[in-house]
């Protein structure tokens, strides 16, 4: 078999404010990112990624189901027909954990549990859509969870959370309040009461307590959201919420507009609602981020998780500050 030619040249602008950090291999949709899913379908060394003036190559943000990402909108629009084309992967693969006594399950066989996950007194209806729980994922009592839904590994659902179909929690995630149709690619936190709808939020961001997301206009009528790569305002359709890219953060009771871009490394406060267009490293809404202290703030959140800062970080964060 050939090997397939994967260029991500022609893509990675229109997808940016996840692109900035991470090849677009590394964009998670459904449960795995889709190189996890090329890596399932073809082998690990059955495909590579290649410079854009390559014959034959294809663009790298196409899913091996012919699905076809141009902007970041496009992971939730489409989340829904990846958790299902993913959870068939898994579940042909395997065997789930037994569903506990206490959880309230609709459509059993279309949850699957993996190993120590955690759950109990929620209710998780798959009727709409499958749900996966990942390993060491726990799910808190009072949950209420519609499907098609994943928690992938470490991710945390507390009590009383109301998430909707279709919503991706990546790993090491924490969710509370109201979710619907969001993805979270990893490691970030919208751990309280508020509402996030048709949003992606990218790895290490946090929402603070009482953050909302408008989804949809007061006149219902067509989203214009600021595509950095073209320096304009393009249409992202009749809903579109949040889109936040790593590092990033916003203060308790934060109230974005329908369809906002915040950037890489930003912290989002002030008494006003934020722009539209948050640039990276912004700090409030007039201000840059110094480089220290952004630096020490992001090791700041990686320690509550028991990480740090890696060199490659550091160097990638450094293109995206300017000083290289």
């Not at 022609?10 to 404010?17: A, F, G, K, Y």
């Not at 009482?210 to 067509?222: E, F, M, Q, R, V």
């Not at 008494?271 to 640039?279: L, N, Q």
Request: proline residues 5%.
């Amino acid at each position: 078999m050939d090997m397939l030619l994967l260029e991500e040249d022609s893509c990675i602008d229109d997808l940016r404010p996840f692109t900035s950090t991470r090849s677009v291999l590394d964009i998670r949709m459904g449960i795995f990112t889709l190189r996890e899913k090329w890596e399932m379908k073809l082998g690990k060394d059955a495909f590579a990624l290649v410079g854009g003036d390559t014959p034959g190559a294809l663009p790298a943000n196409i899913l091996p189901t012919g699905q076809v990402i141009r902007y970041p909108w496009d992971i939730f629009k489409y989340n829904s027909e990846a958790l299902i084309t993913d959870f068939s992967l898994i579940a042909g693969r395997g065997t789930s954990e037994p569903i506990p006594p206490s959880v309230q399950a609709i459509n059993p066989e279309k949850i699957f549990i993996e190993k120590g996950a955690r759950l109990q007194h929620c209710l998780l209806n798959a009727s709409t859509g499958p749900i996966y729980i990942g390993r060491h994922a726990e799910i808190m009592e009072g949950s209420l969870i519609r499907g098609p839904f994943a928690a992938c590994e470490g991710s945390i659902v507390k009590m009383g959370t109301k998430i909707y179909g279709a919503t991706t929690l990546g790993p090491y995630c924490t969710a509370g309040g109201e979710i619907k149709n969001t993805v979270f690619f990893g490691y970030s936190s919208k751990g309280h009461d508020g509402y996030l709808g048709d949003a992606v939020i990218g790895e290490w961001c946090n929402l603070g307590a009482g953050t909302s997301a408008s989804n949809l206009k007061n006149n219902a009528g067509d989203i214009k959201v600021w595509h950095p790569a073209s320096g304009r305002a393009i249409s992202a359709g009749q809903k579109c919420g949040l889109l936040m890219g790593d590092y990033s953060r916003a203060a308790i009771n934060t109230s974005f507009n329908t369809g906002t871009v915040v950037g890489v490394c930003c912290s989002v406060f002030g008494e006003a609602p934020p722009p539209k267009y948050v640039p990276n490293f912004s700090w409030g809404s007039n201000h840059r981020y110094e480089w220290d202290k952004a630096l020490r703030d992001i090791d700041n959140w990686k320690k509550l998780k028991n990480q740090s800062l890696t060199d490659t970080e550091i160097l990638t964060l450094k293109h995206i500050f300017g000083i290289l």
